[in-house]
């Protein structure tokens, strides 16, 4: 069964990000995406741009760009997994390494066609 994983980030994980837990994210992103390239479960992976973003919403027939990828939530998407690691308890395992779940959740989900 093939798994999301949705990273996301917020103040709190960037500072982590660019401040002493640095080594730590890199670490944990090479181990994890070493061990399922090794698994033959790691179907896909990237960090999301804060750059070229943004927000499109359409209402009444009209539709607005906004300069994203912020919504009105702190919290927004930094990056993803698509794994085929078999079951939900495999993703939330996986999902519970990442430095980023001490600061933002993690979503995991499983494709619904895959």
Same mark, same amino acid.
């Given at each position: 069964? $093939? !798994? +999301? +994983? %949705?990273?996301? /980030? /917020?103040?709190? &994980?960037?500072? @982590? =990000? ?6 730590? !994210?890199? $670490? ?7 061990? +399922? @390239? *090794?698994?033959?479960? +790691? =179907? ?13 919403? %359409?209402?009444?027939?009209?539709? &607005?760009? %906004?300069?994203?990828? !912020? &919504?009105?939530?702190?919290?927004? #998407?930094?990056?993803?997994?698509? &794994? ?6 495999? *993703? @939330?395992?996986? @999902?519970?390494? !990442? #430095? ?5 959740? =993690? ?8």
């Amino acid at each position: 069964m $093939k !798994f +999301l +994983l %949705t990273l996301y /980030n /917020n103040a709190n &994980t960037i500072a @982590a =990000i660019e401040g002493p837990d640095r080594e730590e !994210f890199r $670490k944990v992103h090479d181990d994890i995406q070493k061990e +399922l @390239a *090794a698994e033959g479960a +790691l =179907i896909d992976t990237s960090e999301l741009s804060v750059v070229e973003a943004t927000v499109v919403r %359409t209402h009444e027939g009209a539709t &607005t760009r %906004t300069d994203g990828p !912020f &919504t009105k939530g702190q919290d927004f #998407v930094g990056g993803y997994y698509l &794994t085929e690691c078999g079951h939900l308890e495999r *993703a @939330a395992e996986l @999902a519970g390494r !990442f #430095v980023e779940a001490r600061f933002a959740p =993690i979503e995991e989900r499983a494709l619904v066609h895959g």
